[in-house]
Each structure stands twice: as C-alpha cells, then as structure tokens.
C-alpha cells in the first residue's frame, strides 16, 4: 500500500430523500475527516438494475462504500474504518485492551445491535399494508428492544462506551442515527444524548456535507 | 496482556439438542486449534432467565463466549477472533493488503450474510404455527438468497475466499454451517462443498468434539 494521500471511497450518485446522509460511506468521510486525511470520491450509479460487473468485483454485494488505496481493494464498510483506524490512534487506541475493547463494539454495534432493527426495517418495506406486517413487527420488536435496552445499560451515564471517543462510538453512533426504528432508540434517554454527541462532532457534520453537495452535484442533469 | 497461556474461554454448561456444536465459542475453539493454542474453558449457566451480572459486566448481551487473556476481558467472536489471529499468520496473513481482506470476509459473514439468514430464523422462531410466518417468511427470503447467491458467485470455484484459508472462511463456514436455513445454503453446490471443505479440517474436528464433552460433563448431575 502506498501513501495515505491516495484514498478513493466510492459513494452513490443518487439515493431516494430518505436515505441521504445515511448511506454508509458516510461512517468512512467521518472517520477519515476525525483523523484529518483526505480522500477522492468516485461516484457511481445506484438508479435501479443489477450493479454494473466491475462494481462486483470490487465489492461482493453490490455496495457501496468500496475503499481504494493504491493496491488495496476493500469492502465492508466495518473492515474499511478498522484498516483506517490502524493509521492513527485517535480511532484505534494502541493500547492493546483498548484496542481490542474498541474493535469488540464495532462488531457489537454490526452483529448484535444492527441485524435486529434491520429485521424491523425488512418487515416494514416488505410488508406495510400487509396483514402479516403488523403481528409479524410485534413478534420481532422485543429482540431489537431488548439489544438496545442491554446497550442502553453498557453505556449507562458515560459519555462514550469505553473511557474515550474511538471507532466503536462512530459506528454505534452511525447504526443507531441511520436506523428506521427512531422510536426504538429515542426509548432510552442515555442512547439519544448519546447520538447527539456524536453526530455534533465537526468531523461527522463535514462528512454530512460531502455526503449530501454529492446528491447535489448530480440534480440538474 | 500476558503469555498465551493464559487463555480462558467461556462456554455454556447446557443447551438444548439442536444448538450443540453450534453455539458460538464453537469458532474461537476452532480458531486457537488451527494455531495449536491451550486454552481453560470456564462454563456457565445457560438455562432460563436474566444472566449473572458479572456475566453481563464481561458480556453486554448475556452471551458466550466471554474470552479471557491476562487484564483482557473480549466479547463478540468476530473481535476474539481477530485479536487470536493476530498472534498467527496461519489465521491472519501479515501482508497487508491480504490482512484487509481476510477482515473484510470476516465483517462480510457477520454484518452481509449472518443477518438476513437470522431474520428467517427469527420468523420461525416467533411465527412457527401463525398464520403471519408463512408470508412473513417468503417476503423476507429473497434478501437472505440474494446474499448467498452473492457469495456463491464470490467464491465461485476456489476452495476459500481468497487464495489461502483465513479467518475470514473460518467465520464464513461457521455461520454458513450453524444457521438454521441449510436448504438456502444447500441451494448452492460450491458453498455446500465450502463448508464441507472447513468442516473437515481437523481443528474444527476437535473443536467440535471439545464443545460436545462440555455439554456431557453436565449430564449425569
């Protein structure tokens, strides 16, 4: 890998209103604004059909963000912050429990925090006005409710979830904000402080801003 | 941190039938196996109602495994894993560029697959009997299939995901092998032989041998 000046994240060049300022190259801008480190976007397009085949290749899914610095190729946009937070330890601490603490709540906040209220997000695109949609909700709920009431305590009145602001906060911080289930999160006064802290961070506000002048760019054509 | 020696596990002391060999100190066993690591297994109680608190203060989520080393004390499997890769190259490749992408396959199973194969598991969980479950189920089928016929496609005709095992296809064959929608995976004949192909390595052998004898242990009380 060459130097750091080289980054390219790819973002889409259109996302319906609702999803703007959620799209996940939005946790990448903010941790490498965090850090100070510049990067090229590459906008690709998101309107409908199969991805285009070179999108694949580089990213399984069809996803974005892909991640480029000269002869690495990455997805995953957990992986991504993690091969970012190696470069400076304002993201990753040194220390090798802090560093292992950090890194346990970004899988935290993506397998035991994320899938639950993507369960809720799935049933409600998939089945408003539908009659299994509202039993179905009900039954899943308690799941999400209960990860979130477990959070909830874990972070109890600190201001981040280990002693200091650290890649495990952004990423928490970035599910809980993007999240279709709102009334879920905002049950708990201590997640929605929690939030707020985060996203009043100049770094996330920057990210914010690149993420939607990108929509911006491409309206008037 | 201290010597490697010094490795604790935490496993449960029961679980019903069709959850042995399955649940999650599963890949953390395997895992110090391929490197050929000695680790004490600590087990807890898992039958019926609210965790120990000192099982919370080390696990958020009232989960196992719990992994402890020296003054580390590490939840989420994907962060145990990782932080037991980075003491060998045979789970974790130096070279950075193969590094990032060994963790991007492990972010991959977690955060790309794993969740939409648990919405399913959920559903059935909850719904098995009600009349929602059946439409529930086959509006939320499609995103679980769509993933893994992603990830068929990534693999295509190579034995892992990139060119050596990792860590990446250690998580991956243990989500793959462990979720409760094997007709979705069966679906495909190279990620069914991509299991087989993890599964028949001797580490995981005796992984699964250690987790059974757990449960045994337990029996004649």
């Known amino acids: 890998m060459t130097d750091t000046n080289d980054i390219e994240i790819t973002a889409y060049d259109w996302v319906p209103d609702m999803a703007r300022g959620k799209v996940k190259d939005m946790r990448v801008r903010w ?15 998101n309107a ?15 996803q974005v963000p892909i991640y480029k610095e000269g002869d690495l190729t990455l997805f995953e946009s957990g992986a991504i912050l993690l091969h970012i937070g190696e470069k400076d330890e304002r ?11 950090t890194i346990a709540w970004m899988f935290a906040a993506l397998n035991s925090v994320e899938p639950f209220l993507q369960a809720l997000f799935l ?41 200091r602001f650290t890649l ?36 996330f506000k920057s990210a914010l801003a690149a993420q939607m002048a990108a929509f911006e760019e491409r309206e008037p054509t």
Chains 1, 2 share one sequence.
């Open 168 to 203: 495990g906060d952004l990423l928490m911080i970035d599910i809980l904000r993007t999240n279709s289930q709102q009334d879920l999160v905002r049950a708990h006064d201590n997640l929605a402080a929690y939030v707020e802290r985060g996203t009043s961070r100049p770094a």
């Open 91 to 101: 993201l990753l601490p040194r220390d090798p429990v802090a560093r292992a603490r």
């Open 123 to 163: 049933i409600d695109l998939r089945g408003s006005g539908q009659a299994w949609h509202g039993p179905a909700k009900e039954n899943l709920r308690p799941f999400a409710e209960n990860r979130l009431r477990q959070l909830s305590a874990a972070l109890g009145e600190r201001e981040w979830l280990e002693d």
């Open 31 to 45: 941790a490498l604004n965090e850090i100070g480190l510049p990067y090229r976007q590459r906008l690709v397009g």
């Open 48 to 62: 409908g059909g199969e991805k285009a085949p070179d999108h694949i290749a580089d990213q399984p899914f069809g």
